[in-house]
């Protein structure tokens, strides 16, 4: 029989039994989540279509063929060819790997500094969260989208001008998600005991804040990701992205605008890309939060 069993002894407290079958439950049940599922889904179609692009197309996204500008859809040329030749299905494609592959990168700096300086700012408080809120502050005063184009205006276009840009503006969101989940979790009896028994700082944030409060920081990449996208496909447009030939869904819009009453499709499907991954990346991000929302069967 086990100990626990035994009359007289108690069982396990409730928040650690409920604890220990959570993770299982969450694994048992991610997989019915409609909007997780529908996400991952059409989110992994699109992965995989950019990602085998050169098996889905046979011509080269930046070569130009004079004799063929124009075209219209066809079975050769399944979306046409755009004003110097080049066959829009492939620069689609291709267009998708590149901002897609930007997009993922980008989130990821500052995904981990704000995670960082939040967990800081909301254990330690005092001057740390102080410097931190007003640096915050003076950032979210001023416009995301007109920040990321400022910055990238003056560091100058390129991948590299776009990682620097989002980085500087984008960890304050994180910054504030973990600080304010930290500040309530600090105050948890597992903090407090953690705190009794000697552990520094830096190792209550690492091995036992974080791993509680990070779930919401993960959710909102998803959207944060949603907003790079649309920050890439932007600075594209107005010239700031890759510099060409390269193929980006912001620079096939611009050139086929002038275009668009007699060849639509040169704009409308980089467009409709745009959509469809941000749909597909927020279905996600809801399916996430209905998945460790307290109480989801």
């Known amino acids: 029989m086990s100990a626990l069993s035994l009359p007289g002894l108690p069982g396990p407290a409730p ?73 829009t299905f492939t620069r689609l494609l291709y267009g998708l790997r590149t901002d897609l592959r930007i997009a993922f ?50 560091l100058g276009p390129g991948e590299r001008s776009i990682y620097i840009a989002i980085t500087l503006v984008g960890w304050v969101s994180y910054a504030r998600i973990i600080r304010g ?23 209550i944030i690492a091995r036992h804040l974080l791993p509680n409060v990070i779930t919401q920081a993960i959710i909102y990449a998803m959207s944060d990701i949603v907003q790079d996208i649309l920050a890439i496909v932007t600075l ?13 869904l912001g620079s096939m819009i611009n050139d086929g605008q002038n275009f668009l009453t007699t060849h639509w499709q040169l704009t409308t499907f980089p467009g409709l890309a745009v959509v469809v991954v941000g749909l597909a990346l927020s279905l996600i991000g809801d399916g996430l939060a209905d998945l460790i929302r307290p109480g989801a069967a």
């Not at 980008?106 to 001057?127: M, R």
Request: with cysteine; proline share 8%; net charge positive.
């Open 15 to 87: 928040a650690q039994a409920a604890a220990e079958h959570a993770a299982p439950r969450a694994a048992r049940r991610w997989y019915r989540q409609p909007a997780l599922m529908s996400g991952l889904v059409l989110l992994g179609i699109i992965v995989l279509a950019a990602a085998a692009a050169p098996l889905l197309t046979p011509y080269n996204p930046i070569a130009q063929n004079l004799n063929a500008t124009l075209l219209p859809p066809s079975a050769r040329h399944l979306l046409g060819t755009d004003q110097i030749g080049r066959d």
């Open 181 to 203: 989940e930290v500040l309530v979790a600090k105050r948890q009896d597992y903090v407090l005991a953690a705190r009794s028994g000697g552990l520094s700082g830096a190792r």
């Open 236 to 248: 594209g447009y107005f010239g700031l992205g890759v510099p060409p030939p390269t193929p980006d």
């Open 105 to 154: 990168i980008a989130v990821l700096l500052p995904f981990c500094i704000g995670t960082a300086l939040g967990s800081l700012a909301g254990y330690f408080g005092g001057w740390v969260d102080t410097v931190l809120m007003r640096l915050v502050d003076i950032v979210v005063a001023f416009p995301f989208y007109v920040l990321i184009i400022a910055l990238v205006f003056v």
